[in-house]
């Protein structure tokens, strides 16, 4: 008898939502990934839960309410990751006529009609807070309705309940080889330490690793994909308002600024065909400023390059432009060969469902459970996303020395499960060292022990974003104090 029924090469958000979706239909999961959870293309997303207006403009009916209905289903189930924004379009008379920016936005709220969203709307930027940051060029602007997302945190937690339902979580865990037979021989380098075992089937989730990992771990042929790049800046912050912005740039894109870690906005996103080390994925100047240029069409407060305080640089399979958006996953089987599954590309919004139609097309090979993803809450979302506000005050309440936005910080990034990095504690000092003017020993041993958290970049880049903010003696201090944890 095998090992496992299911071994998951890949932790990106492919790969863990693959795993707990099996898990929880009651098979034997086991995910490697080498890295660190969200370490590649899953962290650099442009962080968008939504139905997309690109795919609008290409008549994609079909996958844009499919897409509002996936958001609709985050909006319930990760409430502390997803929440819910209004999107700014300023109407630009050398770009998209306003006529045609309305019929969208209608036919949009008309695909998205359950939502209990608020609908679109035309607003005078002149007297309306989202104007304040725009040029006087732009007198009237198109609201609608979509979500954002905290892109790694949703993948650490995909694993994180894959794991409470069963699944083996791998992190530092790399599949050298895998011999094929009436079941898969996985040969294993786990933190330093060979091992060898056994999988009925393997799903090759490796995002851009897909080929590499076919070829040289699985022998057998790649897949005919390619490879895409994209690219965003991270700048000071450039508006007060809780809005994100939508610009139509010059060459057609829409560009997307949001609000980004209370201090920063997040500007993107340049994509384009991407060849070399997926391990080494860097922004190239010409995207840097591409971006800049986009943004200083449209606001006020003028940036430059050298304004940029970090890039986020992705690279991710697609089999082309069309289907980048839906993914795809392919089945080899036999009936002396075990099952391959090989999934790759797809966006944020539509991961549930592409890992629920991965797991199912293994049915023919287990007794399984039924779909259960769409209902089931991730850890920490078991309350109404309109009940987010009130989520923080329960904690400040209860914790009273947290200030507002620490607490928003942490609701947003554990739920209702805040309370098993703060405990009983009545003070800050309770928590141990601090790391920062946030950062906790209490919330770094959680993370280790419940999260995989292995390096201060885990933490800083990927559990959060206080990285950002976090000085240089912080972070040594940080390094030291996990060193000696382990």
């Known amino acids: 008898m095998a090992d496992y029924d299911l071994a998951i090469i890949g932790g990106g958000l492919n790969g863990v939502s693959i795993a707990r979706d099996a898990a929880g239909r009651g098979l034997r999961v086991i995910l490697l990934e080498q890295g660190d959870l969200a370490a590649g293309a899953s962290s650099a997303s442009p962080r968008l839960i939504h139905g997309d207006l690109a795919s609008l403009e290409r008549r994609h009916f079909l996958r844009v ?15 502390h990751l997803v929440r819910p924004m209004r999107f700014a379009i300023p109407a630009h008379s050398d770009e998209r006529p306003d006529w045609q920016l309305r019929s969208w936005l209608l036919l949009y709220d008309r695909l998205a009609s359950r939502s209990g969203l608020p609908a679109s709307a035309t607003v005078d930027v002149t007297h309306h807070p989202v104007g304040n940051a725009l ?10 309705s979509d979500c954002i997302v905290d892109d790694s945190r949703l993948v650490v937690l995909t694993a994180v309940d894959a794991a409470a339902r069963g699944a083996v979580i791998r992190s530092g865990a790399r599949c050298t080889r895998a011999e094929r037979g009436k079941e898969w021989r996985l040969a294993t380098i786990d933190r330093g330490f060979r091992q060898v075992i056994t999988a009925r089937a393997i799903v090759n989730a490796s995002g851009a690793w897909t080929s590499s990992v076919a070829e040289t771990v699985l022998r057998v042929p790649p897949p005919k994909v390619a490879a895409e790049q994209m690219d965003q800046i991270v700048v000071r912050r450039l508006f007060d308002s809780d809005n994100i912005y939508v610009f139509q740039n010059s060459d057609g894109r829409l560009i997307f600024a949001s609000p980004y870690e209370r201090d920063f906005t997040l500007i993107g996103t340049a994509s384009h065909a991407f060849k070399g080390d997926p391990a080494i994925v860097a922004m190239a100047a010409g995207d840097v400023a591409y971006l800049c240029d986009a943004a200083n069409r449209y606001f006020r407060e003028r940036i430059e390059t050298v304004d940029v305080v970090r890039t986020l640089s992705g690279a991710n399979m697609v089999r082309n432009a069309a289907s980048g958006r839906d993914g795809a996953m392919t089945l080899d089987h036999g ?4 099952p391959l599954l090989t999934v790759f590309g797809g966006d944020v919004t539509t991961s549930r469902l592409r890992a629920e139609q991965a797991v199912t097309k293994l049915t023919p090979f287990y007794p399984m459970s039924p779909r259960w993803t769409a209902t089931a809450p991730l850890p920490g979302g078991d309350f109404a996303w309109d009940r987010f506000d009130n989520e923080v005050e329960e904690v400040r309440e209860r914790w009273r020395f947290l200030g507002k936005e620490e607490a928003r910080r942490l609701v947003a990034a554990y739920g209702s499960n805040v309370k098993a990095i703060l405990g009983d504690a009545k003070e800050r000092g309770e928590l141990g060292p601090a790391f920062g003017p946030e950062l906790t020993g209490a919330e770094v041993r959680y993370l280790m022990l419940r ?31 996990m060193a000696a944890a382990v």
């Open 135 to 144: 040029k006087r060029p732009f007198g009237t602007a198109f609201e609608y």
């Open 451 to 481: 999260e995989w958290a292995r390096f201060p970049d885990d933490i800083l880049w990927r559990r959060s974003k206080l990285g950002l903010t976090m000085p240089p003696a912080d972070r040594e201090a940080l390094a030291a104090f």
């Open 335 to 338: 009936r002396a060969r075990a």
């Open 65 to 79: 309410r499919t897409a509002l209905a996936e958001r609709d289903i985050w909006l319930k189930i990760a409430p």
